[in-house]
Nanobody, 123 residues
Framework: QVELVESGGGLVQAGGSLRLSCVARGATFIRYAMGWFRQAPGKEREFVASIEKNGDSTRYADSVKDRFTISRDNAKNTVLLQMNSLKPEDTAVYSC????????????????WGQGTQVTVSS
């Protein structure tokens, strides 16, 4: 059984930084592309970033490009999301997900999801 556990969320002022971590258990991590998604209250889940199995290709939503960086450490079964220059509109629950294919921005393509970690950016 696959388990994804996120950590690193919290409260930060606008302009600040946070680093989210997602640890995968119970699966061969390198088989999966990984993605980060977020969902704000009253809004649909939206794509944030994805990274291919071996980390050689990444994709970002336009809203976070040049501010967020996704990376992975296959030896530690971990995917990270470094978030800089945070804005109040980045406030959401952030979840990581696994996809046994090439990276995708569509939530429906992802097979396993974590519970999420809350990120709150104050103005």
């Amino acid at each position: 059984q696959v388990e994804l556990v996120e950590s690193g969320g919290g409260l930060v002022q606008a302009g600040g930084s946070l680093r989210l971590s997602c640890v995968a258990r119970g699966a061969t991590f390198i088989r999966y592309a990984m993605g980060w998604f977020r969902q704000a209250p009253g809004k649909e889940r939206e794509f944030v970033a994805s990274i291919e199995k071996n980390g050689d290709s990444t994709r970002y939503a336009d809203s976070v490009k040049d501010r967020f960086t996704i990376s992975r450490d296959n030896a530690k079964n971990t995917v990270l999301l470094q978030m800089n220059s945070l804005k109040p509109e980045d406030t959401a629950v952030y979840s990581c997900a696994e996809f046994e294919g090439s990276g995708s921005s569509r939530p429906i393509d992802y097979d396993f999801w974590g519970q999420g970690t809350q990120v709150t950016v104050s103005s």
